[in-house]
């Protein structure tokens, strides 16, 4: 159990540490490795529970996708530093009533939770389901998703797909003047249709058409 | 106190086990590269130092050592030196789940293909890291490069790991070799692992596509402001990157530690040699590709992974799924 505690305080202590310095950090590119860092600390905790499956995914997808992306933008678009921070200048922000507000929220969403699990345990009991322990936790994944929230998983496939047509749509724009390469155009050229000899004549030149 | 002392000293004395011959293969793989290189190309290659030029690789490890380490003045100091320890710790750490024999392993874990799955994305954050702290632009035009071009082939790898899981029916490593005692993978999945090949070579930016670092465009992509023991550690890195997308492609697709057929001179041979040679014949495939092909246009790169590599290989997971579930083949638990 000393091994086990000493992992956990180091994993969560990482993660505590890291997600401070995203939001302090002057650099915005070194708060995004911040985030990577917390992610990773994170998935970590995930996999110390027993939740595998889920760690592994959240280092797939967030940190080996999305946090990559996020990186690309950040650094695309050059915001290395971050002038006039709250808790630095002196000027007041109007960032920090609507910061406060949502954090407050946040800090009572968290009363109600570990409230609920500190005093009432059954509530814990009756709403989590039955773990099956001889199976791995891939395959009871699968058995709950696929079989009875299999509307509410197509439902949110159904959401991100939906997303995703609507991050192409904005994006796309048709461009006039791009000459597209045709692999068929190009493997299926023939010598009499590619070259054509042509009489010049003097002072005149040869009209190319295109 | 004493017995957890014993336990880590005992993972310590297995992580050496593993991690020095990886290191030792990984400088015996860059002089065979080269030499292969070499053949094709009807050259020598590098046959100076040692025996058959042998030891190539080591005395250019010790020149990197003693070379300066320059660290460029407008670089952004800590991500610089982070990034080729970030591009070689990845490296290594995916070994610990690469299963040897049914009992060699160092970590025989559950989610053991998704676990060298994201550690082999994560690859690409050495790579943005030096590209991006470097502050110049031909690195920061090669990270650029190398993201979208790692992050493009993942999702075709990812897709392909999907086809050989439906035939398993776990993610366990060692599970996944031993679906394959009565056909290998490469057999049924074909065009699969072709896809996984060229998608590999794209994940490790090997040429032909090997955009990131293209010298004629960007001088040494990410690579250029390294110098010394950080290019070496890339350099290591990538290498070791390389071995570890073969060792997958064995695992996946030709049947990990398991002999080809079961008779008696076959099955007398230890599954780690057989895993070495599986990745052996794989390395050389890469190298021979290194040899033999040129570099593709980026747009062309792009156009096989997303319109071309994407759509088929999702066509032959629905192929995939419903031939098993038609002829009542899917695995249970």
């Known amino acids: ?210 | 106190m004493f017995e957890y002392f014993n336990i880590v000293l005992l993972e310590i004395y297995k992580i050496l086990f593993l991690l020095v011959p990886v290191l030792v293969s990984v400088a015996m793989i860059v002089w065979l590269d080269r030499r292969i290189w070499a053949f094709v190309q009807k050259r020598r290659g590098p046959n100076v130092v040692g025996p058959f030029g042998l030891l190539q690789s080591l005395a250019d490890a010790l020149k990197y050592i003693f070379k300066e380490i320059i660290i460029p003045a407008s670089s952004n100091k800590i991500i610089f030196i982070l990034a080729p320890i970030v591009t070689m710790t990845l490296a290594l750490i995916a070994w610990a789940v690469i299963p040897f024999s049914e009992t060699h392993v160092l970590a025989n874990i559950n989610v053991g293909i998704l676990y060298l799955f994201a550690v082999s994305s994560l690859g690409v954050y050495g790579i943005i890291m030096g590209g991006w702290a470097s502050n110049s632009k031909y690195p920061f035009l090669g990270a650029i490069r190398s993201a979208a071009q790692m992050v493009s082939y993942e999702v075709s790898i990812g897709i392909i790991i999907i086809n050989v899981l439906l035939c398993v029916g776990s993610l366990n490593l060692n599970d996944i070799v031993l679906a394959q005692k009565k056909i290998w993978f490469i057999i049924p999945l074909f065009p699969m692992f072709v896809i996984f090949f060229i998608s590999a070579l794209a994940e490790t930016n090997r040429p032909p596509f090997d955009l990131p670092e293209a010298e004629a465009e960007l001088v040494a992509g990410y690579q250029t402001e390294y110098s010394g023991m950080m290019y070496a550690m890339f350099w290591l890195g990538e290498y070791a990157n390389i071995l570890l997308m073969c060792a997958m492609g064995s695992i996946l697709f030709l049947g990990g530690w398991l002999p080809p057929v079961e008779i008696f001179p076959f099955n007398l041979i230890p599954g780690a040699l057989w895993l070495i040679f599986k990745i052996l014949l794989l390395f050389i495939l890469f190298a021979l590709v290194k040899a033999i092909v040129p570099r593709y246009r980026y747009d062309q790169l792009m156009k096989l992974g997303w319109k071309i590599f994407l759509p088929f290989s999702l066509i032959w997971v629905v192929i995939t799924a419903s031939y098993l579930f038609y002829f009542n083949l899917l695995p249970t638990i």
Request: proline share 1%.
């Open chain 1, 1 to 210: 159990m000393l091994a086990h505690a000493i992992f956990f305080y180091t994993f969560s202590f990482i993660a505590i540490i890291s997600a401070i310095m995203l939001t302090v950090s002057k650099n915005t590119v070194h708060s995004v490795f911040f985030l990577i860092l917390d992610f990773i600390s994170i998935s970590c905790l995930f996999i110390m529970i027993g939740a595998e499956f889920i760690g592994m995914m959240m280092l797939i997808v967030y940190v080996g996708a999305v946090a990559v992306l996020f990186l690309f933008v950040v650094m695309m678009l050059n915001v290395t530093q971050q002038e006039n921070q709250w808790f630095i200048s002196t000027k007041s922000s109007t960032h920090l009533p609507v910061g406060l507000l949502i954090s407050l929220v946040i800090f009572f969403e968290l009363i109600v939770v570990i409230g609920g699990w500190k005093f009432k345990p059954d509530l814990v009991t009756s709403m989590s389901l039955s773990i099956n322990q001889n199976i791995t936790n891939t395959h009871s994944l699968g058995n709950v998703i696929y079989t009875d929230y299999i509307h509410i998983f197509q439902l949110s496939g159904m959401i991100l797909l939906v997303a995703m047509i609507g991050a192409i749509v904005l994006t796309f724009r048709q461009r006039s003047g791009v000459k597209r390469q045709s692999y068929f155009k190009q493997i299926s050229r023939e010598k009499s249709e590619g070259v054509k000899l042509v009489d010049v004549e003097r002072n005149k030149g040869v009209n190319l058409d295109d």
